[in-house]
């Protein structure tokens, strides 16, 4: 298990929306046809803080208000590992703990290009009464609900 500390982003995947701590490990496991791996990243115990004036992600037409929220989340993310890769089981985790770090670590060692797909994610995130739900299952197929609101 590894403690992360990091940015989210919303809106596009560019504009910093909180700040985001939460325990983060990764199950990694060979697939049945033996085409390569599935991992999948759990972030437990996940706590968020949004920053003052940032867009609802989601919701991109919306901005948090002067004071900052703080929620829980929690999310499952799952990728597919294939092609040109040589997967080291003993690697050390990243400091990061990203899943490029990740994935350079453990199935990049030595400069490999393997082909990462993503499969499904989903992480819900809960404030003041609120839920939101963002996710992709299968990916790229979007399913967002609900809404992170000020209190």
Not at 43 to 70: K, L, M, R, Y
Not at 125 to 145: K, Q, T
Request: glycine share 12%; hydrophobic share 30%.
């Amino acid at each position: 298990m590894h403690l992360t500390n990091r940015d989210d982003t919303g809106c596009g995947g560019t504009e910093v929306w909180a700040h985001d701590n939460e325990d983060r490990l990764y199950v990694v496991a060979a697939t049945q046809d033996g085409s390569g791996y599935t991992v999948t990243r759990y972030d437990v115990h996940g706590n968020f803080t949004t920053i003052p004036g940032a867009h609802h992600p989601g919701q991109c037409g919306e901005q948090f208000d002067s004071d900052p929220e703080t929620g829980d989340f929690n999310g499952v993310w799952t990728r597919s590992i294939t092609g040109d890769f040589d997967f080291n089981p003993d690697a050390t985790m990243p400091a990061s703990g990203s899943w490029d770090d990740f994935i350079a670590s453990f199935f990049a060692p030595n400069g490999e290009s393997p082909t990462v797909t993503d499969k499904s994610y989903e992480f819900d995130y809960y404030v003041c009464g609120y839920h939101w739900r963002d996710a992709a299952y299968p990916y790229p197929n979007i399913v967002d609900s609900g809404f992170i609101g000020d209190c």
